[in-house]
């Protein structure tokens, strides 16, 4: 008893070293930048950084009077929200189909599904932009909410498939019994007991959909299409040199909803983000 | 753990009726019972092979070509023996490796380090969310804080003069180990919390009193880490990583943010380079003919190392 306790307590202040040295890892540069978002920009570069800046909105001002910055979120709004419905109505049959049928070539499709998402965006760039340039797509939401939805299919699908892995095989058999289809029971029973994971599938395809640079970055060329993740590669330009403070007030702008939604599917974070593989 | 388990609308429906089981009620015929999951499944299955197989196909056909805008000329495999010889195509993947091997070892030991100490801790909640900060920024977000801390502010130079570890000010960019430091730095710090999240909830699902029975018997935390939790921890760890591994080889914006290749092609990776080569000098058949390499690695990639992993995970 007494060397267990007298290990646990040498190990409760290597615990707290280690997890508030992390801590401060993490929460540093996440504060220094905002205060990157509240000082004016003579103050952002300097021969010596500055730790206490003065107050200021000027990127505030700038973001307002000088950048379309609600178009930017209006884009981004329409291509994420547009490409995570798309993911839905095509992934919620297709995880139905691997989860509760057998037939031929069900491994095989599934792991191609999963393949998917491991394919570097840079892959098929060159071919992606040539296709939306033939058809006329470069530089619109639309094309960014199709290539979004892509992305993004896979994971939403081995997501949902491992949710309704779990429920269990009476709960449709007695409906079956009962004279529903498998599309009603699909509708009725299926979807509303694996809620949660479509939720958390979304939430994590919305994420990823907000972040993506690549694809954005060679299809939109205006404000037209400019979300907010590129946009902030668009601050760097001209010759002004990179706006920095404008920088850092819209990343925090994308990161409030962001964390809102992590924090409501926290539970699930470690589901979703191993597409299902683990579950915690 | 399993808070996710399905809410079971009147537990006694099941019951209530003849379990019939494999026997469907409903008129239809065999054949259409056949197709039926492959038609559930030709919606998503159509639009991924539109935006998978229709790419790599056009890849290959556009790397037999030289592509002068709007002129190609015919080059059979003359793309790809150049790029075989290309120094900068070699050196590309030997930095992806390099860069996100070692970045990739320094994100698992902290993750699981940190997992480690936080998963029993009374404020794992709070320790969640800290952690989980910095990958909840977009990555062109995270390349700038980097870019400004690194290069353009000095800030991390200025801390290291305070600290008396240097004498003035570093020029990152100048140096080929300190420049794919820099890339290290933000991938690392972007997405341990990946890694950590999903190793605090294995260690949180796995059985407790093997652990505490180990320590009862005065076993030392390192050995209970290194003989219990970390065999336990196995298929999970697996999987992360392999996850992690293969978004790191297609790290690109950190690149494109922070060192567009320098000093002289050493941060440069296949993404970027295949950027480059595309979207920079316009040689898009030989872009291409990359992209096509690349995808060959990957699909020996996906049907080694990702298959098993996902297998072994799912047990």
Known sequence: ?280 | MRTDAPPVPAGGVASATPNRSGTPPRRRSPALRKAFPYLLLAPAMIYLLVITLYPGLFAIYQSLFVVKFVNWTWTGFGNYALILKDREFWAALGNTALIGGISLAVQTVIALAIAYFAYRDPLIRGWRIVFLMPMLFMPSAVAFIWKLAFNDGRVISDLLIRLGLTGGNVDWLASVWLARMELIVADVWQWTPFLFIIFVAALQGQDQEIEEAARLDGASWPKIFWNISLPMMRPVIVVAVTLRGIDITTMFTNVFVMTQGTPGGATETMSYFIYRQGFRMFNFGYASAASVLMLVLTIIIAQTVVKRAFHSGKK
């Open chain 1, 1 to 280: 008893m007494a060397t267990a306790r007298k290990s646990r307590g040498e190990s409760l202040l290597l615990r707290y070293l280690v997890l508030g040295g992390w801590a401060l890892v993490c929460l540093l540069p996440i504060l220094w930048f905002l205060s990157i978002g509240f000082r004016p920009r003579t103050e952002v570069i300097t021969p010596q950084p500055i730790y206490w800046p003065t107050f200021s909105l000027d990127a505030w001002h700038l973001l307002v009077s000088d950048w379309p910055i609600a178009q930017y979120l209006r884009n981004s709004v329409i291509a994420v929200v547009g490409s995570v419905i798309i993911d839905l109505i095509l992934a919620i049959p297709a995880a139905y189909a691997l989860s509760r049928y057998e037939f031929k070539g069900r491994e095989d499709i599934g792991f191609y599904i999963l393949s998917t998402r491991m394919m570097a965006p840079a892959i098929v760039a060159v071919p992606i932009f040539f296709l939306f340039k033939t058809m006329g797509l470069l530089d619109s939401v639309w094309a960014l909410m199709l290539i979004y939805a892509a992305i993004n299919l896979s994971l939403v699908t081995w997501i949902i498939r491992s949710y309704m892995l779990d429920i269990p095989k009476e709960l449709e058999d007695a409906a079956r019994t009962d004279g529903a289809g498998d599309l009603t029971i699909l509708r009725e029973i299926i979807v509303p007991a694996c809620l949660p994971g479509i939720i958390t599938a979304a939430v994590i395809a919305a994420i990823f959909a907000i972040n993506e640079f690549l694809f954005t970055l060679l299809i939109a060329s205006t404000s037209n299409a400019y979300t907010m993740s590129v946009a902030l590669a668009n601050f760097t330009g001209g010759s002004d040199g990179i706006i920095y403070n404008a920088i850092a007030l819209v990343s925090f702008i994308a990161f409030v909803p962001i964390l809102i939604l992590v924090i409501l599917i926290q539970k699930h974070l470690s589901r979703g983000l191993t597409m299902g593989a683990v579950k915690g």
